[in-house]
């Protein structure tokens, strides 16, 4: 049975993907990230920044992670909640873990790398430390329309 969606998700998606529009001026995939405190406060946000500063690791999630843990003071995020326009990547679910994020809420399903309960599920693995609570196919059109535009304008400059 899916988990409910809390209507505040679908905003905060919103800015997720406002991110992920961003991330289309340094021509990255466009996937965007917002990581909200549990008073509903913004902490952090990240874009996908592989091609601009060419780094592997730059995924939106990753980029999130790193600017909360600065703002505030803390690696243990235990208080709040990842959104994210794409299903994370196994890397990023072991950022998530590692972070002890306790709720991630995810667009577009990854049917090819996503870790989150697609080809693995990573963040519910009983066999871990940690798990997660995921909210999955929030605002998944939109997110995945803005995927689908970037790869099919893609392949046409090709």
């Not at 988990?3 to 997720?16: E, I, K, N, S, Y």
């Not at 990581?35 to 996908?48: C, E, H, Q, S, W």
């Not at 592997?56 to 208080?79: M, Q």
Request: charged content about 25%.
């Amino acid at each position: 049975m899916p988990l409910p969606v809390d209507p505040a998700d679908h905003a905060w998606m919103l800015r997720a993907l406002d991110q992920a529009h961003a991330a289309l001026e340094t021509d990255d995939v466009p996937v965007g990230a917002v990581i909200v405190r549990a008073d509903g406060t913004l902490l952090a946000t990240g874009l996908n920044a592989r091609e601009a500063r060419q780094d592997p690791t730059a995924h939106a999630e990753v980029e999130a992670i790193r600017a909360a843990a600065a703002a505030s003071g803390d690696w243990h995020l235990t208080d709040v909640t990842l959104y994210v326009t794409l299903e994370p990547c196994v890397m990023c679910a072991g950022a998530i873990l590692a972070a002890r994020i306790p709720r991630v809420v995810f667009g577009a399903w990854d049917e090819k790398a996503g870790a989150a309960g697609s080809v693995y599920d990573v963040l519910r693995d009983r066999r871990l430390n940690h798990r997660v609570e995921v909210v999955a196919g929030v605002e998944a059109d939109a997110c995945g329309t803005v995927l689908t535009d970037f790869f099919r304008s893609s392949e046409r400059s090709r």
